[in-house]
Each structure stands twice: as C-alpha cells, then as structure tokens.
C-alpha cells in the first residue's frame, strides 16, 4: 500500500518561501508509471494544481504560479519537495502531495494534506 | 489551457435519490476524465477514471459516462455518506490535468 506524508512548516511569513517534502512509502518514487505532485486547496475552495514531477526531474508547473514554483525529487530517500517563493495570504492552502498516474493522469494517492498558513 | 465546468455548484438530495453531476470540458478530451470525492477535512478519493471505470472498492451505484466535452457522474442511490464534494479533472491536456470547481452534495 503506498502512503504518502507531507511535513513542513505549518506558519510561513509573507514574502519567504514555503517548503515542503513529501515522504513515500510502499513503493519507489523511480517508478517511471508515475509522476509526484503537489495539489492544494484554499480554505473553503476547490482543487488546485501546483505542478508535478517525474522521478527523472522533468517538471510541469501551474502557468499562475510558474514563476515562484520549484519542485525537486530525491530519489534516495524516496522524497519529492516543493518551495513557493514570495508568498502571500493568497497561499494559504491545505497542500496535498500527490501520485499521478503517467499515461491515464488519474490521482490514485493522496497525502493527508498539511495546512500552510501564510501570516505574520 | 483546457477549462472544465462541473454543473450545479451545489446539489440537495435525500437518501435513495437518483443523482447527476455534469462535467463539461472547453475542448474535446476524449475519455480522459476522472472524478474524485472529497468529504470535509480530508484528502479526495478517486472514484471513476477514464469516464466510465469505476475504481477498485467504490460502490457500483456510482458510474460516469460521457465523452468529448460532455460527461455524467451518477449515483443511482444516494447513501449518507455520499454527501460530499465531487470534483471531475481532465488528463487529456499536458500534465497535470485541470480540475473542474466542484460539486457540493448536501442533504434535502
């Protein structure tokens, strides 16, 4: 069974950066069926895409948050990482790390999302 | 960029009705449609991919249909704990898939 386990600051000050891992379990993040991502979700809001990544780095980014974006995978600790840069109360969001399936798309897993709040 | 359309917004329902929830796509997307629950405080569930497969252990009373621009989520009976979100999302697009605004069911 895979697990996935996001950590990370749940308090992060305008204007820095957000950062966050995601931890797999119960399979290999080199497993080239699958690409890793990261979604989130304003409060009382739907889903939103911050981008995804393949266990060999190429990465597709939301168009809207492009420039602030970068995603990483360590593949020897079977880990993916997001950072947001110059955030704003606008990102504050529940982040869920994600498994998408590389030819059909379908999100088979999910984290239990973590709650980043963005405030002084 | 591919938007996707889910219609209504909000849906109340009683327990054994027959629902449907509408997921229309800006451009054509084949089959590549999947559909998720989410339920308040936690992660969504894949429920249906590829328009019409349902997903290992979710309830037959669920199916989808559709191609192209035009797909359905039905539930032929709705249970207590359906009453949720229901979001679809393309994965015909470059990755990672647009998702539509969701489809909150609440009870009657």
């Known amino acids: 069974q895979v697990r996935l386990q996001e950590s990370g600051p749940g308090l992060v000050k305008p204007s820095e950066t957000l950062s966050l891992t995601c931890t797999v379990s119960?399979?290999?993040?080199?497993?080239?069926?699958?690409?890793w991502g990261w979604v989130r979700q304003p409060p009382e809001r739907g889903l939103e895409w911050v981008g995804i990544?393949?266990?060999?780095?190429?990465?597709y980014y939301s168009p809207s948050l492009k420039s602030r974006v970068t995603m990483s995978v360590d593949t020897s600790k079977n880990q993916f990482s997001l950072k947001l840069s110059s955030v704003t109360a606008a990102d504050t969001a529940v982040y869920y790390c994600t498994r998408r399936a590389y030819s059909s798309g379908l999100i088979d897993y999910w984290g239990r999302g973590t709650l980043v709040t963005v405030s002084s | 960029d591919i938007e996707m359309t889910q219609s209504p917004s909000s849906l109340s329902a009683s327990v054994g009705d027959r629902v449907s929830i509408t997921c229309r796509a800006s451009q054509s997307i084949s089959s590549y449609l999947n559909w998720y629950q989410q339920k308040p405080g936690k992660a969504p569930k894949l429920l249906m991919y590829a328009a019409s497969s349902l997903q290992s252990g979710v309830p037959s009373r669920f199916s989808g249909g559709g191609s192209g621009t035009d797909f359905t989520l039905t539930i032929s009976s709705v249970q207590p704990e359906d009453f949720a979100t229901y979001y679809c999302?393309?994965?015909?697009?470059?990755?990672?898939?647009?998702f539509g605004q969701g489809t909150k069911l609440v009870i009657k």
């Open positions: 999302q393309e994965s015909y697009s470059a990755p990672p898939g647009t």
């Open positions: 990544i393949y266990y060999r780095g190429l990465t």
């Open positions: 119960g399979g290999s993040i080199s497993n080239g069926d699958f690409y």
